[in-house]
């Protein structure tokens, strides 16, 4: 059993960044691969970015790449996404999950936080 807690979210402009952070509790949070994923109004939920057990494979959705970067602390039970160049269109609420496979669908993911939201204002 895994439970994920995402904090880190607001308002911010247009260029700016921000970090999300998603607190993981569980002994076997690290033998899981870890995912972000979005969900904007009246739209329906995206993946974002995913990384496997270690770290050391990642992979982003086209819309941020080279702009987000996704890492995880496995000693601190900890997943975070650092968002720069923030764009209106990456206003949603942003969730953290965790699969058994690395994966971009979020079917597939079993672990779920409660989301943080992200405004960016133009």
């Known amino acids: 059993q895994v439970q994920l807690v995402e904090s880190g979210g607001g308002l911010v402009q247009a260029g700016g960044s921000l970090r999300l952070s998603c607190a993981a509790s569980g002994r076997t949070f690290s033998t899981y691969a870890m995912g972000w994923f979005r969900q904007a109004p009246g739209k329906e939920r995206e993946f974002v970015a995913r990384?496997?057990?270690?770290?050391?494979?990642?992979y982003y959705a086209d819309s941020v790449k080279g702009r987000f970067i996704i890492s995880r602390d496995n000693a601190k039970n900890m997943v975070y996404l650092q968002m720069n160049s923030l764009k209106p269109e990456d206003t949603a609420v942003y969730f953290c999950?965790?699969?058994?496979?690395?994966?971009?669908?979020?079917?597939?993911?079993?672990?779920w936080g409660q989301g943080t939201q992200v405004t960016v204002s133009s």
């Open positions: 999950a965790a699969s058994s496979r690395e994966t971009m669908d979020e079917y597939k993911y079993v672990y």
């Open positions: 990384l496997n057990w270690t770290g050391l494979r990642t």
